[in-house]
């Protein structure tokens, strides 16, 4: 059974640092894995998605990376802003099996960007 | 484009009612997921609707239930509500299910439907 773990389960850091959150799982046969925030009380918004074959993403100030073979994937943000503050979740995919679409979520971390 | 949106936004019952909740996928998406977010428990898979038909289902009880109507769109029904289905859900589409061709498989969010039981 697939299990996401995420460290820090919060962090708080001051406006303009760069900072990196941590994803584990423990099954690497995954198809992809999605990095997700999730503001309070609020849906998920898709932030980067890295296909098993990749290495990372990148999307503005965020980069994504997946190490398959250990079970990681870290995403870097960078020059931190107030706006970031938000819930951040990782999530894996299995392999298309054509049965197992569903996505397996970390625990998520708590960002905090204080001014 | 229009993202997936949910009704209603906000759902109140009592213990044993039922409640339906709404999901409208992204235009062409043909999957839609649901997901709970109870407090303290994380996201939680319940079920996956791809072309009318459910795919999987999580490890939830029968009395979630669902279906998915011919324009994609999707119910999802808890019967018998207890204190402890109080929680967010979470609609959720992708471009392509059970079939491959397309590489990209993301998940797209809905803003989701606080149901609170009482």
């Known amino acids: 059974k697939q299990e996401v773990t995420q460290i820090p389960a919060a962090l708080s850091v001051p406006e303009g640092e760069n900072l990196v959150l941590n994803c584990s799982f423990t099954?690497?046969?995954?198809?992809?894995l999605q990095w997700f925030r999730q503001d309070p009380g609020k849906g998920l918004t898709s932030l980067l998605l890295?296909?098993?074959?990749?290495r990372e993403q990148t999307s503005g100030r965020l980069n994504a990376s997946l190490d398959k073979s250990s079970g990681r994937s870290t995403l870097y943000i960078a020059a931190s802003q107030p706006g970031d503050s938000a819930t951040y979740l990782c999530?894996?995919?299995?392999?298309?099996?054509?049965?197992?679409?569903?996505?397996?979520f970390g625990t998520g971390t708590r960002l905090q960007v204080t001014l | 484009e229009a993202g997936v949106t949910q009704s209603p936004t906000h759902l109140i019952k009592t213990r044993g009612q039922q409640a339906t909740l709404r999901c409208s996928p992204i235009?062409?998406?043909?999957?839609v997921y649901w997901y709970q977010q109870a407090l303290g428990l994380g996201l939680q898979f319940l079920l996956w609707?791809?072309?009318?038909?459910?795919?999987n289902r999580g490890n939830f009880p029968p009395r979630f239930s669902g279906r998915q109507f011919p324009n994609y769109s999707s119910e999802l029904n808890v019967n018998a509500l207890e204190l402890e289905d109080s929680a967010l859900y979470l609609c959720?589409?992708?471009?392509?299910?059970?079939?491959?061709?397309?590489?990209?498989?993301?998940?797209?969010f809905g803003p989701g439907t606080r149901l609170t039981v009482l």
């Open positions: 235009s062409g998406h043909t999957s």
């Open positions: 959720a589409s992708s471009l392509v299910g059970l079939a491959g061709g397309r590489s990209y498989n993301e998940q797209f």
């Open positions: 609707y791809d072309e009318g038909e459910e795919r």
């Open positions: 890295i296909q098993s074959s990749q």
């Open positions: 099954d690497s046969a995954i198809y992809n």
């Open positions: 999530a894996v995919r299995p392999p298309d099996t054509g049965t197992a679409s569903k996505l397996t």
